[in-house]
């Protein structure tokens, strides 16, 4: 299986603050990495897929770059709906994995 | 709008047989395209990608569970099911359905819910 690690788990930031959270996965996986946000006790929300594409509605606030094995998810201005959980997974190769997830936090 | 729609037992003896089903609206499970997804996610842990299953019955299971998972169709209802055997705590979860557009650049771009299953005498 492949392995994603995210870094840093959790995190403290203010509104308007640029944040960013990385997510390496153990072999390449080349464009094939996906971003969701979870809110506690609701389901995880699609934000980017193939590492930089960004779905249909979610604000523009939100980037991702990266391929290989490298990524990056960071949100340029921190708005008070943005405190939650994020977590990257492949798609390159089944079984998809995700990573363990970082927090945001006031 | 598509969406899906866990529903099952909350509660399930050790050793008994887990069961959800996922109703799926706004959608046709027949139209191919996508494969119907389960996943579960450890009380304050990550997720964990359990199988998926196509219009055609056809399914994928990930290994770690592959021995006691059973995925299936049932497209009169427009809907999909799991059954996980052999119950343990360690299967306590949140389980959820998701669809998977069957294009790899894609994420899983709807999700149900989420139900609570605990596994306990």
């Known amino acids: 299986d492949i392995q994603m690690t995210q870094s840093p788990s959790s995190l403290s930031a203010s509104v308007g603050d640029r944040v960013t959270i990385t997510c390496r996965a153990s072999?390449?996986?080349?464009?094939?990495l996906n971003w969701y946000q979870q809110k506690p006790g609701t389901a995880p929300k699609l934000l980017i897929s193939?590492?930089?594409s960004l779905q249909s509605g979610v604000p523009s606030r939100f980037s991702g770059s990266g391929s290989g094995t490298d990524f990056t998810l960071t949100i340029s201005s921190l708005q008070p709906e943005d405190f939650a959980t994020y977590f990257c997974?492949?798609?390159?190769?089944?079984?998809?994995?995700f990573g363990q997830g970082t927090k945001v936090e006031i | 709008q598509v969406q899906l729609q866990e529903s099952g037992p909350g509660l399930v003896k050790p050793s008994q047989t887990l069961s959800l089903t996922c109703n799926v609206s706004?959608?046709?499970?027949?139209?191919?395209?996508?494969?119907w997804s389960w996943f579960r996610q450890l009380p304050g842990k990550g997720l964990e990608f359990i199988g998926y299953?196509?219009?055609?019955?056809?399914?994928y299971y990930n290994p770690s569970l592959k021995s006691r998972v059973t995925m299936s169709v049932d497209t009169s209802k427009n809907q999909f099911s799991l059954k996980l055997t052999s119950a343990t705590a360690a299967d306590t979860a949140v389980y959820y359905c998701?669809?998977?557009?069957?294009?790899?650049?894609?994420?899983?771009?709807?999700w149900g819910q989420g139900t609570l299953v605990a596994v306990s005498s």
């Open positions: 998701a669809r998977y557009p069957r294009i790899i650049s894609s994420g899983l771009d709807f």
């Open positions: 706004g959608a046709s499970i027949t139209s191919g395209g996508y494969y």
């Open positions: 299953v196509y219009f055609t019955g056809s399914t």
């Open positions: 072999q390449s996986i080349s464009i094939y």
């Open positions: 193939a590492a930089s």
């Open positions: 997974q492949q798609s390159y190769s089944t079984p998809w994995t």
